[in-house]
């Protein structure tokens, strides 16, 4: 029988809860202590924790590998520029402000290795080159930094566009590592971080491919999304019809728009529970705050290891796809901070079933549906609806590649949802994060994307001889 307050839990259901809030408490108490420790502490924390690891690993995880050296080049650059360089390229810095005042961060690669300081898509200026652009957009507590973050030039994909011929963009969200800034409230305020999907969606993804376009005299750009990113398109591109010209292509990469659940009870239990009680657990700020914190008292693969772990408890993923030295450089360029309030609109899709706006009616789901008594009886809620996205609507092609171990997707649904024409590929033995960091990412997901762009967008190289021909003429 489902319990008042909690939002349709089970008995057992309430039990998971119990345990979620004590394993929070302890997380919450164990920040807090490193919080008041002197650095000579937190490295000998440190340290200790490399000399546990060392002991408990057999000798061929301990054996320094070949690319060690660019490995921790990739692990330890401190943003985004830095870690381009790392590869010889060269990207330049934007911002964006949202019509709701928020300062987005925005990064660019125009320019080939040799071809730095030349003029792209300048529109008539003197030696413009006009070049196709390509927009990404990262996953839920992500930034652009794991579109970069690889440990071989081949497999990061942004440096496989540019030097095919595409001005390259990537996007940051509201809130995260390079757009904590707005013109109205500082991070350190709730009403900062009072954002959803909504808001990604109205704001953030169609205010920065309009700055875009309007910077590179372009008509229209490709959209190349991952996870999160992609629900962001299929958000956007349903509410706002001039966007729709404006892309035209959006390739999704490990799609999201309504995750059948997560695998883990306890967390199951979070996704069914009332918004209020989340947002009692983890407060109406940043959510997840604490994983610097993890980064910097462990020794790198035992941070991998325990990066591991949680993608395991939380999504049965097994990052096999994924070699230990890539993790190494990858995982500390992660997570980067987002609101629990868009959190708690991902567990309000899950248990909805609906790829919904944020449901803001919050006593509607203190008691169970159908109990009889009080606000959120089965007869109230016949006089409310939250609005679904209407992604039929999209008028943009749209291109799915999927894995087939992704815990995250369903494609059945997905296909339901969207227009006809919509392609979908497969890759079986994929999962979530192996669309941004497999070892063979590069030869099982780029070739997707490169035809869908040469179908839909035409290919970088040869939009570039067209229009040096043009020149000579």
């Known amino acids: 029988m489902p319990l008042p307050f909690v939002g349709r839990l089970t008995f057992t259901e309430y039990i998971a809860l119990i345990g979620s809030f004590m394993l929070v408490g302890i997380e919450a108490f164990v920040r807090l202590f490193t919080l008041a420790l002197p650095t000579s502490l937190l490295d000998l924390l440190y340290a200790a924790s490399q000399s546990v690891f060392n002991r408990l690993a057999s000798p061929a995880r301990t054996r320094p590998e070949r690319r060690q050296s660019l490995t921790t080049a990739v692990r330890n650059a401190t943003d985004f520029v830095d870690l381009c360089a790392v590869f010889g390229y060269t990207a330049e810095e934007h911002v964006v402000q949202t019509k709701d005042g928020y300062l987005l961060g925005v990064h660019r690669l125009a320019w080939r290795k040799g071809e730095e300081g030349a003029r792209v898509n300048c529109g008539s200026a003197p030696g413009s080159i006009q070049k196709p652009v390509v927009y990404l957009h990262h996953g839920l507590l992500m930034n652009s930094e794991v579109w970069v ?13 540019v030097e095919r011929g595409y001005d390259v963009w990537l996007g940051n969200n509201r809130g995260n590592k390079y757009s904590k800034k707005s013109i109205q409230w500082s991070p350190s305020r709730n009403e900062f971080w009072n954002f959803s999907i909504d808001e990604f969606a109205f704001y953030d993804i169609p205010d920065t491919i309009a700055y875009i376009l309007d910077t590179t005299g372009q008509p229209s750009l490709s959209y190349i999304g991952f996870s999160q990113g992609t629900a962001q398109a299929f958000a956007s591109l349903s509410i706002h019809p001039r966007l729709n010209d404006q892309v035209n292509v959006f390739i999704a990469l490990a799609p999201a728009m309504s995750p059948a ?23 109406r700020r940043s959510i997840l705050s604490s994983a610097a914190m993890w980064e910097s008292l462990l020794y790198p693969p035992l941070f991998c290891k325990l990066i591991d772990m949680g993608l395991s408890f939380l999504f049965a993923w097994r990052t096999e796809n994924i070699s230990p030295s890539q993790k190494t450089a990858a995982y500390p360029h992660l997570y980067s901070f987002t609101s629990t309030k868009s959190v708690v609109h991902w567990f309000q899709i899950i248990r909805t079933k609906s790829f919904q706006m944020y449901d803001d009616d919050v006593p509607s789901l203190l008691w169970g549906a159908g109990s009889g008594v009080g606000v959120g009886t089965t007869s109230t809620r016949r006089y409310t609806k939250v609005a679904k996205y209407p992604t039929k609507n999209i008028k943009t092609p749209i291109v799915l590649v999927y894995g087939g171990s992704d815990s995250l997707v369903d494609i059945e649904v997905m296909r339901r949802e969207l227009p006809p024409g919509t392609v979908a590929t497969e890759i079986k033995h994929y999962e979530h994060l192996d669309f941004l960091w497999a070892s063979d990412v590069h030869e099982l997901v780029f070739p997707r994307v490169f035809e869908a762009l040469e179908k839909y967008a035409g290919d970088g190289e040869e939009k570039m001889m067209n229009t040096g021909r043009k020149k000579k003429r």
């Open 261 to 283: 659940g997560l695998s883990n009870g306890i967390v199951d239990a979070l996704v069914k529970a009332s918004p209020q009680l989340l947002f009692l657990l983890f407060g």
């Open 149 to 161: 973050c690889l440990t071989d030039e081949q497999r990061a994909l942004p440096f496989v566009l």
